[in-house]
């Protein structure tokens, strides 16, 4: 079956760095589209960030435009994101999620698999 599992999560002081890793299995992963998503204590689940199949494409939420980093290496069935400048408003539990296509795709409805989310935690 379909599994996504988000690793590197953790806690960093505001100004640090994280880089969190989106290793995919039970699929196809080139065919698909990879998104991030956020879920901070008593808020709705928020886009962050989603890359295209071939990499080629990506988008970012304003919030963190600038500062984190989509990446993917199909050989490797891994999707990254880069987070530079972390603040506290930054802490949430982080999501991958996939889905074949190549739209924007930023709304959670869009998505059919998901993982189990890891913990980011930015200290002021």
């Known amino acids: 079956q379909v599994q996504l599992v988000e690793s590197g999560g953790g806690l960093v002081q505001a100004g640090g760095s994280l880089r969190l890793s989106c290793a995919a299995s039970?699929?196809?992963?080139?065919?698909?589209?990879i998104g991030w998503f956020r879920q901070a204590p008593g808020k709705e689940r928020e886009f962050v960030s989603r890359i295209n199949w071939n990499g080629l494409s990506a988008y970012y939420a304003d919030s963190v435009n600038g500062r984190f980093t989509i990446s993917r290496d199909n050989a490797k069935n891994t999707v990254y994101l880069q987070m530079n400048s972390l603040n506290p408003e930054d802490t949430a539990v982080y999501y991958c999620?996939?889905?074949?296509?190549?739209?924007?795709?930023?709304?959670?409805?869009?998505?059919?698999?998901w993982g189990q989310g890891t913990q980011v935690t930015v200290s002021s």
């Open positions: 999620a996939a889905r074949m296509g190549s739209g924007y795709y930023y709304r959670t409805a869009d998505y059919r698999y």
């Open positions: 039970g699929l196809t992963f080139s065919s698909y589209a």
